[in-house]
């Protein structure tokens, strides 16, 4: 039975993640708030990225590992202040760093590491430029880091489009909107927590073993395919 550290897994695609793998894994969850209660037999480290050190002493070694809090701040560049750039890098990239940096030793042969990114990398979109930037940082990073740890450790970063997810919920809070992001994708609808989650149980197993340094794009088709 592998075992799965994930950072934030208690909401959106990090709790649908550990509904995939929760009968099938020892799951660790880190996170400010507790999965579900139906979820039993899941360890669960109450831990914030931004304000928190995360304490290793009991974690295992590891077979994979998901670090799952982002961000969405999407607004004019002329809007944005220094500080959102700032707080955006925090809890997509350096977040990130830190829990690597400390979980990298406890990491085992053959073991995977997945990231989030975001669609807005690879195609230039408005209102972009913070998360944008926090999340090509996250890609570039993982490249470096799959080809430091080859063969050992895995690393790839999936990038999905906009996901249905409580973040995501001020840009799908009526039929209108979800009927309008829906109809931008070439497969007519935004993405759900179980998309993105299946990609991520597939990049944790054995069948994505030949598989590293990649950004994957998870986004209905939006980030390839012009229909208009």
């Known amino acids: ?10 909401h959106g695609i990090g709790l649908d993640i550990v509904d995939q793998l ?4 020892n799951l660790i969850v880190a996170s400010r708030t507790e999965p579900p209660e139906y979820m039993q037999g899941i360890t669960h480290i109450p831990f914030d990225a931004i304000e928190d050190v995360l304490n290793t002493d009991n974690i295992p070694e590891l077979d994979g590992f998901v670090y799952c809090p982002g961000s969405i701040n999407l607004k004019p560049f002329k809007m944005m202040s220094l500080e959102t750039f700032e707080n955006d890098m925090e809890i997509n990239f350096f977040g990130l760093v830190r829990v690597v940096k400390s979980i990298i030793a406890k990491m085992k042969e053959d073991s995977s590491m997945v990231f989030f990114s975001t669609v807005a990398v690879s195609n230039g979109m408005p209102f972009h430029t913070s998360v944008a930037s926090a999340k090509g940082a996250i890609e570039g990073f993982a490249k470096s880091l799959a080809a430091e740890y080859a063969p050992k450790i ?50 944790l197993s054995d069948k994505s073993s030949w598989m590293t340094g990649q950004i994957i794009g998870v986004d209905g088709g939006i980030s390839t395919l012009n229909l208009s």
């Open 22 to 25: 929760k009968e099938t894994h």
């Open 154 to 203: 895995r690393v790839n970063v999936v990038a999905p489009s906009l996901v249905d997810t409580p973040l995501a919920s001020r840009l799908l809070n009526n039929d209108k909107k979800r009927e309008s992001m829906g109809e931008r994708h070439p497969l007519k609808r935004v993405g759900t927590p179980e998309d993105i989650g299946n990609i991520v149980s597939f990049l």
């Open 1 to 10: 039975m592998k075992t799965i550290l994930l950072i934030g897994g208690s």
